[in-house]
């Protein structure tokens, strides 16, 4: 079975940093993707991360280790825009299975 | 550019009637994926195909099917739509186990 856990919702302020965390017991693992989706739009890929360690992508870092289970998206410089819900996915033979998301809102 | 588009985009249906959802990619992309969202949950894989004629059930399938006569579509049928079927379809491809990803805008499904 797949288990994904994340925080339901987290609060931050614009400039600040946010680090949502991701953990999961999984049948399976090829690697552990991110994705960001805004109220009312289909999720969009942010980071893929297959070896242990941290996948830096501009504002957006990702860390993965797989030892123990453990992910986190790190938002720096948080902008008004990032207000969204970020999805924790484990890929296993090509499927993709979801955490419930993270809703962040970031506050001026 | 390639995409992936559903249609319809919004549905009200009413209990029992049989319903189909359409998914067309133009990646060429031999994964699809099926998924429902409902709040508390994410997104549930329905059901998902590797490729032409390959078709598989996911963790919720129960009451749906699909079919994959091509590499460019993938439609999802409600056999007897229940009201436990309202919710917001999403449809996916992908290249690879290690390639992102691409989903379609999604389909809001409410059975009356």
């Known amino acids: 079975g797949q288990n994904i856990d994340q925080p339901t919702e987290m609060t931050a302020t614009e400039g600040a940093i946010v680090q949502i965390n991701c953990t999961y017991q999984t049948s399976g693992f090829n690697g552990l993707f991110w994705y960001q989706q805004h109220a009312g739009e289909a999720p969009t890929f942010l980071s893929y991360?297959?070896?242990?360690g941290l996948e830096e992508k501009g504002r957006f870092s990702s860390f993965l280790s797989r030892s123990k289970g453990y992910s986190y998206l790190l938002l720096k410089e948080l902008q008004m825009k990032d207000s969204a819900s970020y999805l924790c996915?484990?890929?296993?033979?090509?499927?993709?299975?979801f955490g419930a998301g993270t809703t962040v809102t970031v506050r001026a | 550019d390639a995409e992936i588009t559903q249609s319809p985009r919004h549905k009200i249906t009413e209990t029992g009637r049989q319903v189909t959802l359409a998914c067309h990619q133009t990646?060429?992309?031999?994964?699809m994926f099926w998924y429902r969202q409902d709040l508390g949950h994410g997104l549930r894989l329905i059901h998902y195909?590797?490729?032409?004629?390959?078709?598989n059930k996911g963790e919720v399938s129960d009451g749906y099917s699909v079919s994959r006569s091509n590499t460019e579509d993938l439609p999802l049928t409600l056999e007897s739509a229940a009201s436990s079927q309202t919710s917001v379809y999403f449809c996916a491809s992908s290249e690879s186990a290690g390639a992102e990803a691409f989903f379609g805008q999604g389909t809001r499904l409410t059975v009356v």
């Open positions: 996915a484990v890929t296993n033979d090509y499927k993709l299975s």
């Open positions: 195909s590797y490729g032409v004629q390959d078709t």
């Open positions: 991360n297959v070896l242990d």
């Open positions: 990646w060429n992309h031999n994964n």
